[in-house]
């Protein structure tokens, strides 16, 4: 069993930066990919990025690359997702989640972390 735990939400306006960070625990060892999604209002669970925790190879929605870096701090057992450039519509409830299985099925979620953007 993998724990995960995300922080650093909060209010920022257009234009502005906010870093999550997600914190794994248990089984951290048996972690294969760790990815952040979120979610908006009235929408459906969404990708943002993910990275292959042993290969530090990182990938990214459309919507956010140029924008959104992935990183994580091994010794940490962290992951952090620097957001740049924000826009109102990156307003959502950012989850972190974690694979164990090497087949990008998540099993395991954060409670996420809300995300607001104003204009």
């Known amino acids: 069993q993998v724990q995960v735990v995300e922080s650093g939400g909060g209010l920022v306006q257009a234009g502005g930066s906010l870093k999550l960070s997600c914190a794994a625990s248990?089984?951290?060892?048996?972690?294969?990919?760790m990815g952040w999604f979120r979610q908006a209002p009235g929408k459906g669970r969404e990708f943002v990025g993910s990275?292959?925790?042993?290969?530090?190879?990182?990938y990214y929605a459309d919507s956010v690359r140029g924008r959104f870096t992935l990183s994580r701090d091994n010794a940490k057992n962290t992951m952090y997702l620097q957001m740049n450039s924000l826009e109102p519509e990156d307003t959502a409830v950012y989850y972190c989640a974690a694979d164990d299985s090497g087949t990008y099925s998540f099993d395991y979620w954060g409670q996420g972390t809300q995300v607001t953007v104003s204009s």
């Open positions: 248990g089984r951290t060892s048996s972690v294969y990919a």
């Open positions: 990275i292959i925790w042993s290969e530090n190879k990182t």
